[in-house]
């Protein structure tokens, strides 16, 4: 089945811990891309990948990083998360220059 | 930069009606797609339609459909026979083609739609 996944679905944790969110699809797609949603602010794009080796920053990629090493993984990295990094977090890909996007299931961050 | 304005934060509609969600966007670029995607509370993102800038018919997917004016920059979604399950935040995205970003999703803020029985 094609898919994107990410782990974990839901995190709490605290100030200035470090952590990764994975994100992984089975579809061998070229582009990738992270989201974050905040209510009243729809979805805004933190970094996207165009290719293994090739990641750029989106709208609000501030206290985040990201590598892409292989072609199906793309992981969100919070190397001292904060409160205000609460939110809902999508991993999507796509085929360029095609334009769907299939989005992963999301993951709920919570900073304490 | 462009930019994606959803003007109806909340739409009600009852079952079985029609109802129809705005959506305008901002941009110097002549080609491009614009989508509608649906998220029901289980927060999964569900592309309901899209629609490339260079067709001139409006797409149409069973009850979903959208009233595209390129010149306007004005990309509505209109619901038929509304149900129960179509209850849920709807955003409007845009996606350029060309140049630098290419395939970004631009997203609206959303409209949330509640449909009553």
């Known amino acids: 089945e094609a898919q994107v996944t990410q782990n974990p679905r839901y995190l709490i944790t605290v100030t200035g811990k470090k952590l990764t969110v994975t994100c992984s699809q089975n579809?061998?797609?070229?582009?990738m891309s992270w989201y974050r949603q905040d209510p009243g602010l729809g979805l805004r794009q933190i970094y996207y990948?165009?290719?293994?080796?090739?990641?750029d920053k989106g709208d609000v990629p501030e206290g985040y990083k990201v590598s892409r090493k292989e072609k199906r993984n793309f992981p969100l990295i919070l190397e001292s998360p904060s409160p205000n990094q609460t939110s809902l977090y999508f991993c999507a890909s796509s085929f360029i220059p095609t334009y769907e996007q299939y989005f992963g299931p999301g993951t709920r961050l919570t900073v304490t | 930069a462009q930019t994606v304005t959803q003007s109806q934060p909340e739409m009600s509609v009852q079952e079985a009606e029609t109802v129809t969600l705005s959506c305008t966007y901002d941009t110097s670029e002549s080609d491009y797609y614009l989508f509608w995607y649906k998220q029901p509370p289980s927060r999964q993102m569900i592309l309901v339609i899209r629609q490339e800038a260079y067709k001139q018919q409006n797409a149409t997917e069973n009850r979903f459909s959208v009233n595209f004016q390129k010149a306007a920059k004005s990309f509505s979604l209109k619901i038929s026979d509304s149900q129960l399950g179509d209850a849920a935040m709807y955003f409007c995205?845009?996606?350029?083609?060309?140049?630098?970003?290419?395939?970004?999703?631009?997203f609206g803020k959303g409209t949330k739609l509640s449909v009553k029985p």
């Open positions: 990948s165009m290719n293994v080796e090739v990641t």
């Open positions: 579809m061998n797609h070229e582009y």
């Open positions: 995205a845009y996606r350029r083609i060309q140049g630098g970003s290419q395939g970004n999703l631009i």
